[in-house]
């Protein structure tokens, strides 16, 4: 199992610690450091629409000009963006065996996903 994102982004943080603290071994994948392989990112727009997983809210999306959110309207011109400004990726990204299993966090769909008790 793999997660990918960013160390420093809150929401993957929180992610790491549910899988930690529920005793779930991932690998972590830094994209900010280490990048994305064109490969990894077509496969995840394989399985789910580039509209799952850029981040149209965050401030890398907001910084970019109208005629280059305007170019995205495909996977071709989704992953080029993807690759070239990793934080656009909405995160983390969960896959397991290469199958895309969640993109953001929520403890509730961990839960359920790994099939642990949900804490009130």
């Known amino acids: 199992m793999k997660l990918y994102g960013n160390a420093n982004c809150s929401t993957v943080k929180k992610a790491r610690d549910w899988l930690t603290a529920h005793h779930i071994a991932v690998e972590f994948h830094d994209f ?9 990112v077509e496969n995840w727009l394989s399985q ?3 509209s799952e997983l850029i981040n ?6 907001r910084a970019l000009t109208d005629e280059q959110k305007q170019s995205i ?3 071709t011109s989704a992953l080029a963006l993807m690759i ?33 008790e949900v804490k009130s």
Not at 32 to 40: H, M, N, P
Request: charged letters at 35%; a positive charge.
């Open 48 to 50: 789910r629409d580039q």
């Open 32 to 40: 900010k450091k280490s990048g994305l392989d064109a490969s990894i």
């Open 73 to 75: 309207k495909d996977d």
């Open 56 to 61: 149209r809210k965050g401030l890398t999306w």
């Open 84 to 116: 070239d400004k990793t934080s656009v990726v909405k995160r983390p990204v969960l896959e397991q065996a290469g199958r895309v299993l969640h993109i953001g966090f929520d403890p509730l769909a961990y839960a359920h996903l790994f099939n642990k």
